[in-house]
């Protein structure tokens, strides 16, 4: 049964198509899907639709959905069209004519975008608590290996000194960059869309506002209007977060590949966390690594495909926004999976000790002899000139060791700063208004 059948069967090979991958992905909205119908319930009830008799039956029933659903007990049976039609059913199945009711007020264009926005600001906790621990991880490491030489590199050439406490502190930061944008598409689906109907609101007299509060949304998203239109970019705003993330930590990824490699040998990997080669018994593959550098370029293309299947729609709902799902919604898992990893493996990389005498890096440091002439008097492209024309002649001697002190260098990482920075990021997510909200709504009787 489907919640918008009329009577008129439908040609099996349309159903097929048209159906997608919804009953396999609305797994993944199930539990928003019960969470925001008990809240419409208890709305209901107070708009005069429901009797508090009813109310009660409808919102028992959900409840022991929802606990299948945690349990991973819920399935959608063939037929069924998406978790919308089989929750329905299910009410009906269950309560008769009070199952019936359930709908007024609300459509399932409606539904979706609550359940997505729900799913997201989910989602999104959970990165950010990934975050959290691995920035945690990276500032440990940073302060560890403050004082651990590492030619740093522009164009591929070793260009000037550098740390492993500076390499590792600076994805930190990065990371604390990400939470910002993180936080920018968590303010903007924490609008409460639940209401808005097909786009064009309901006649029903129905309250909005105690929808937005027992789901604990920071605002209601007013324009029933807009709140259709945001389907989709809520969704592109959300994937070009998830891609400035991984663009951070694909980068960390492929600097652990490069580094571990034999012309650089500035890291290696325990051996449990490598693969070998079929013929040749010496490799240690990083793997993982390089997966996940992978799976973060992935990630970075999902804004692209979603400004593609969204691009220039007309204002209301189109179908085109069924596909979103098939990329958006796995997206998170993928994300949540590469932070585990590297939290994971980041303790055990082993930190080599790196000869900073070596030849190959004898003109890295041809800088610090230029400052050293600029601080004795000397202008700084005169200082400059003389220092190429020495190279350039095979004049040029190994300068001392550099010494740095201004913030955010080698010699003064300001790892606090970075670290009373994330926090300070962190907070300004106040997830546990929502989280709580959702607690109180699954605990009403």
């Known amino acids: 049964m489907k919640i918008w059948d009329k009577g008129t069967p439908l040609d099996k090979i349309i159903e097929d198509f048209t159906s997608g991958k919804d009953r396999e992905l609305d797994h993944m909205l199930a539990e928003y899907d019960v969470i925001a119908s008990i809240a419409h319930t208890v709305m209901l009830e107070s708009a005069g639709f429901l009797s508090n008799a009813e109310s009660k039956a409808i919102i028992k029933e959900l409840k022991k959905i929802h606990k299948e659903i945690l349990k991973k007990d819920f399935t959608i049976p063939e037929g069924v069209e998406d978790i919308h039609s089989e929750l329905e059913n299910r009410l009906i199945a269950m309560l008769g004519e009070q199952g019936k009711k359930i709908h007024s007020g609300r459509s399932r264009n409606d539904q979706v975008l609550t359940d997505i926005q729900l799913f997201i600001r989910d989602r999104i906790s959970e990165i950010v608590t990934q975050i959290e621990i691995l920035t945690g991880e990276l500032l440990q490491l940073s302060e560890r290996y403050r004082d651990y030489f590492l030619p740093g590199y522009t164009h591929f050439q070793a260009a000037m000194p550098s740390s492993f406490g500076l390499w590792f502190g600076s994805f930190a930061e990065s990371l604390a960059d990400d939470l910002l944008v993180i936080l920018a598409a968590y303010r903007i689906t924490n609008q409460n869309p639940l209401g808005s109907g097909a786009g064009f609101g309901t006649s029903f007299p129905i309250n909005r506002n105690q929808t937005t509060q027992l789901l604990g949304f920071d605002s209601l998203r007013y324009n029933s209007m807009h709140a259709m239109n945001s389907r989709g970019k809520n969704e592109l705003v959300t994937a070009q977060a998830l891609a400035s993330l991984a663009t951070t930590i694909g980068r960390y990824a492929g600097d652990i590949c490069m580094y571990a490699g034999g012309n650089f040998d500035f890291i290696s990997l325990p051996e449990k966390f490598t693969t070998g080669s079929s013929i040749m018994p010496h490799k ?95 202008p700084f492209r005169d200082a400059y000139r003389k220092v190429a024309d020495e190279i350039k002649k095979g004049q040029y001697t190994l300068a001392d060791h550099p010494n740095y002190s201004h913030e955010g260098s080698i010699g003064n990482l300001c790892n606090d700063r970075i670290s009373e920075k994330i ?15 959702i607690r109180n709504l699954l605990e009403m009787s």
Not at 296 to 321: F, K, V, W
Not at 328 to 345: E, N, R, S, T, W
Not at 428 to 434: P, R, S
């Open 423 to 437: 926090r300070y990021r962190i907070q300004m997510f106040e997830f546990e208004k929502a989280q709580q909200a």
């Open 284 to 378: 240690k593959n990083p793997d993982v690594f390089e997966l996940i550098r992978a799976t973060c370029s992935m990630l970075q293309a999902l804004p692209n495909e979603i400004s593609m299947i969204t691009n220039n729609l007309p204002s209301g709902y189109h179908r085109d926004y069924q596909i979103l799902k098939e990329h958006f919604l796995p997206a998170f898992d993928k994300v949540i999976k590469c932070l585990q990893v590297m939290i994971y493996m980041m303790p055990e990389i082993i930190i080599k000790k790196i000869d900073r005498t070596d030849e190959k890096y004898k003109y890295i440091f041809s800088v610090e002899y230029v400052n050293k002439l600029v601080m004795d008097g000397i």
